[in-house]
């Protein structure tokens, strides 16, 4: 069956990096996209960006170009994004998450990692 | 961008009943239109997509409809495990998500 798990949670300082992993099974890796979206505390869903784990290929939301870098690793089917000059309200669960295409819906979620930014 | 606006926020309904969840699109996105139902401390879970495809597994008390800018998520009799958060999403032009509609028990 399909499964994205994900690192474990964070504690980070203000203008610290975060980098999650996301690792892939069940599925063929390269045939989907591979999304991130963050809930804060209590809010919706955020989009960050996708990853295209066939060519490396990526699109970041605009307001996370710049702070935001996704990468896979077809070796070991996992998917890493880092989040840099981290802020209080970059303080959120981030998710992973399978795009199926050809439209990259997202259909499969990873199980959450929860980073908090305090100083 | 295009936003997406979800109404009500919060709706009270009892088990058995039917309900309906709107969605509209601040363009036109066709029919690329997801349904997710959240329950606490969990992710998100794919109900609906294209607007009124049901995705395999779901049960057929979900039913979703719409194009272009007005969308609906219907719940033809509630069953106590449906009292959750749902989410529209658009997925025409990267992604972005409604706010949500919290599902309560009344």
């Known amino acids: 069956q399909v499964r994205l798990v994900q690192s474990g949670a964070e504690v980070k300082k203000p203008g610290a990096s975060v980098k999650v992993s996301c690792k892939a099974s069940?599925?063929?890796?390269?045939?989907?996209?591979i999304s991130w979206v963050r809930q804060a505390p209590g809010q919706g869903l955020e989009w960050l960006g996708w990853i295209s784990p066939y060519n490396g290929k990526t699109d970041y939301a605009q307001k996370f170009q710049g702070r935001v870098t996704m990468t896979t690793d077809t070796s070991t089917t996992t998917t890493y994004m880092e989040l840099r000059s981290l802020r209080s309200d970059d303080t959120a669960v981030y998710y992973c998450a399978r795009g199926r295409p050809p439209r990259y819906l997202v259909d499969y979620w990873g199980q959450g990692t929860l980073v908090t930014v305090s100083s | 961008d295009i936003q997406m606006t979800q109404s009500p926020s919060t709706l009270s309904a009892s088990v058995g009943d039917r309900v309906t969840i709107a969605c509209r699109a601040s363009q036109s996105i066709s029919t690329w239109l997801a349904w997710y139902q959240q329950k606490p401390g969990k992710a998100p879970n794919l109900l609906i997509y294209?607007?009124?495809t049901l995705e395999t597994g779901v049960p057929s008390r979900f039913s979703g409809s719409g194009s272009g800018t007005e969308f609906t998520l219907t719940i033809s009799s509630l069953l106590p495990d449906d009292f959750a958060t749902y989410f529209c999403q658009q997925y025409s032009n990267y992604y972005t998500f409604g706010q949500g509609t919290k599902l309560e028990i009344k």
């Open positions: 294209q607007a009124s």
């Open positions: 069940g599925y063929i890796f390269t045939s989907y996209g």
